[in-house]
C-alpha cells in the first residue's frame, strides 16, 4: 500500500511555461514533505522542504504547496529551463530525522 | 570528502554470493542512511543510523541484510546469500542530526545479481 504517490509518471512543459508535478499521501501523521531531483547515473539531490505547519515554502523558482486537509502537496516551477528535466521525487516522514516515505517519481521533460 | 562517497558503483555478483558495498558519508555527518531502489520505483528505506547505532532497522527485507557503522563514519551494508530480486540501487545518504531540510545522497551503488 503506497502511502505517498505520484501519479503521473510523466510530464512534458515547454521551456519558460509553468511545470506542475503532484503528489498525495495517505498517512495523517506525515508532518515534513520533500521533493528530490534526480539525474540519471546520481543520487537524488534535496530540491525543497515544507513543514505541515506550513501550506507555501519559495525558493528561487521552486514553490511547494500543501494542503493538508486533501493531503496533496504540489511542486511548481516558473519559468521552466531544460535543465529542469530530470526526475522528480515527493517523500514525507513523521519528524525531521528518521526515514523518508518516497512516491515513485514524475519524469519532467522541458522542451527548448 | 565533499559529499556522499559510495564504492564500488557497480557490483555484479551471483546468485548465492556474499556481497559488501561501502558509504562515506559527508565529514562530521551523524545521521546515516540507506536506501534501495528497483526500476521505476523511488527509494525504499532500509535502515539509519545515528552515530555508531542502528535508530531504526525496520526496513531491512530479512535477516540476509545487515549494516554496520562502527566508528560512526564509514558504513557497510553486507547481503549474506544474494538473490536476484536483492538486484537495485543501493543509494546512501547522510545529513547533520537536527538539520533542516534533505538529507545528501551518494550516487548508489548498482547491484546485478546474476
Known amino acids: 500500500d503506497q502511502q505517498v504517490k505520484q501519479n503521473s509518471p510523466s510530464l512534458s512543459v515547454q521551456e519558460g511555461r509553468i511545470s506542475i508535478l503532484n503528489c498525495d499521501y495517505t498517512?495523517?501523521?506525515?508532518?515534513?514533505f520533500l521533493w528530490y531531483k534526480k539525474y540519471p547515473a546520481e543520487g537524488p539531490t534535496f530540491l525543497i522542504s515544507i513543514s505541515s505547519i506550513k501550506d507555501k515554502n519559495e525558493d528561487g523558482r521552486f514553490t511547494v504547496f500543501l494542503n493538508k486537509s486533501a493531503k496533496h502537496l504540489s511542486l511548481h516551477i516558473v519559468p521552466s529551463q531544460p535543465g529542469d528535466s530530470a526526475v522528480y521525487f515527493c517523500a514525507a516522514s513523521t519528524g525531521r530525522q528518521g526515514n523518508l516515505i518516497f512516491g515513485k517519481g514524475t519524469k519532467l521533460s522541458v522542451k527548448p | 570528502g565533499a559529499g556522499v562517497s559510495q564504492t564500488p558503483s557497480n557490483k555484479v555478483t551471483e546468485k548465492g554470493k556474499y556481497v559488501e558495498l561501502r558509504c562515506d558519508p559527508i565529514s562530521g555527518h551523524t545521521a546515516l542512511y540507506w536506501y534501495r531502489q528497483s526500476l521505476g520505483q523511488g527509494p525504499e528505506f532500509l535502515i539509519y543510523?545515528?552515530?555508531?547505532?542502528?535508530?531504526?532497522d525496520s526496513g531491512l527485507p530479512n535477516d540476509r541484510f545487515f549494516a554496520v557503522r562502527p566508528e560512526g563514519s564509514v558504513s557497510t551494508l553486507k547481503i549474506q546469500r544474494t538473490e536476484r530480486g536483492d538486484s537495485a540501487v543501493y543509494l546512501c545518504?547522510?545529513?547533520?542530526?537536527?538539520?533542516?531540510?534533505?538529507?545528501?545522497f551518494g550516487s548508489g551503488t548498482r547491484l546485478t545479481v546474476v
Open positions: 543510523f545515528q552515530g555508531t547505532g542502528a535508530a531504526d
Open positions: 498517512n495523517s501523521m506525515f508532518d515534513y
Open positions: 545518504a547522510s545529513s547533520l542530526s537536527g538539520q533542516g531540510g534533505g538529507y545528501t
